[in-house]
């Protein structure tokens, strides 16, 4: 029997275990680097969601979620961060389940996610589900000196 519940602070080992599954199958295991003691304190925000698919007690799959607010509409919504199913377990209606389970989670608010261009399978489940899917390009920053000329006194203040 599938059943989906919450993750708690005890299972920061299966989610660690989980979350590197769906890296490795995205060729990014390495980027996997956070503490136990960090993810258990996430693990316990109440803007964040960890939902664990089980299979007769064994961890067959995630989905993951932070609550954010739009500035432009003034409204929560939920940005989905992980959805994953273990890969002997998929094509069975766990994914579904899964996003069933955000569905009640989101309450009526909107739920926002990104997919990769070259995942057309996922982008397929997405739309049976009944997602919109539109393409726009992600900018990752990580953040040093800034380009170009260095700002004068005030202009970041906007003076
Ligand atoms: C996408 C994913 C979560 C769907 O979960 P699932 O349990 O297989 O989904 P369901 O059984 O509820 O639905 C099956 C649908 O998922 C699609 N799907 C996507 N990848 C699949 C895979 N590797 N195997 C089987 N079905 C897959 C199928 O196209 C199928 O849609 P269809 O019935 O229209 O053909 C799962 O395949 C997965 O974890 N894939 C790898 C990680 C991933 O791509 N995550 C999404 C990142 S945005």
């Known amino acids: 029997m599938i059943t989906i519940r919450r993750a708690t602070a005890d299972d920061v080992s299966t989610v660690r ?24 304190e996430l693990l316990n925000r109440p803007d964040i969601g960890y939902l664990i698919a089980e299979r007769g007690g064994r961890a067959i799959g995630y ?18 961060d992980d959805l994953y199913v273990c890969s002997g377990e998929r094509g069975a209606g766990v994914g579904e389940r899964l996003m069933r389970a955000v569905s009640e989670a989101a309450e009526g608010r909107v739920v926002r996610w990104e997919v990769a261009e070259a995942n057309v399978a996922a982008q397929r489940f997405y739309q049976r589900i009944g997602a919109t899917v539109v393409s726009k ?7 040093a000196p800034f380009p170009g ?11």
């Open 17 to 40: 275990a989980l979350m590197r599954e769906l890296a490795e199958h995205q060729n990014q295991g390495a980027e996997v680097r956070v503490s136990a003691g960090r993810l258990e």
């Open 63 to 80: 989905v993951s979620w932070v609550k954010r607010v739009s500035l432009w509409t003034g409204q929560d919504y939920l940005a989905l």
């Open 137 to 143: 390009k992600i900018c990752r920053w990580q953040v």
């Open 149 to 159: 000329r260095p700002a004068r006194a005030g202009e970041a203040e906007g003076r």
